[in-house]
């Protein structure tokens, strides 16, 4: 009987590439942990490395103005104030564009949205989302908010036909329309929640959070009271 045991397998260490990939599908796994810094540290210092190498970041996603709509939006999300600058200062943009371009369930989420947004600006007001007033902008993205209060999107799932047994072969079907917004409301929420975390992985968000690094700065996660506080700062406030 030979007294040789197997050889270890040894693991290849994962490419910028591979990181990249499960980052991005672990945002839209269910039940993800809260965002973590070694998660933004990882994406940053991509975007971070190309802006070095090449002089600029190259979107790896997003059409020219599609790329201007995400600045735009990440902007009027964290804009800028007396303590620190604003998401598009702390890279906000190209972290979500990385992120989008691993995962194709995120590229469409953003994608889809963008194209929404678009469509219902011009039929409010004959303009393109980055063409429009800044009041018309936000009047539009404070509606969204709105519409996807809990405490709305639990009443409207109340009325749905599923809630009762005599009606569980259509549980898709309610008894109130959907609102117009909807397909908007779900691009924003992933466009809020994905600024603040790539606000607070930055260098930015870090020193404007006031946290101090450590040893363990590689397993920090973005708190979920930090995440609320950045919301209701934002003019966008409210989830």
């Not at 194209?115 to 989302?129: C, I, P, V």
Request: net charge negative; glycine share 8%; hydrophobic share 35%.
């Amino acid at each position: 009987m030979s007294d040789h045991s197997p050889e270890p397998e040894i693991r290849q260490p994962l490419t910028r590439r591979q990181m990249l990939e499960r980052i991005a599908l672990a945002l839209t796994a269910g039940g993800v942990a809260p965002f973590e810094f070694a998660w933004g540290e990882q994406v940053h210092g991509e975007a971070r490395e190309e802006k070095e190498r090449t002089g600029a970041y190259q979107p790896k996603l997003f059409k020219p103005h599609e790329y201007r709509t995400i600045q735009r939006l990440a902007e009027l999300i964290i804009p800028a104030d007396e303590h620190s600058g604003s998401a598009v200062d702390a890279g906000a943009p190209e972290f979500i564009d990385l992120l989008c371009s691993r995962n194709p369930e995120l590229a469409d989420i953003y994608t889809g949205g963008l194209l929404w947004l678009e469509a219902q600006m011009r039929q409010e007001h004959g303009a393109s989302f980055l063409e429009a007033t800044e009041e018309q902008q936000t009047s539009l993205l404070d509606r969204l908010v709105d519409e996807g209060d809990p405490e709305k999107v639990e009443g409207a799932r109340a009325t749905r036909y599923g809630a009762s047994e005599d009606y569980q072969g259509f549980s898709t079907y309610r008894i109130h329309p959907v609102s117009d917004l909807a397909p908007g409301v779900r691009f924003f929420e992933w466009m809020r929640k994905m600024t603040v975390d790539a606000f607070y992985t930055s260098p930015i968000g870090i020193e404007d959070m006031g946290y101090q690094g450590n040893k363990a700065l590689g397993q920090y996660e973005v708190p979920e009271s930090i995440i609320q506080e950045a919301l209701r700062r934002s003019p966008f406030g409210g989830a």
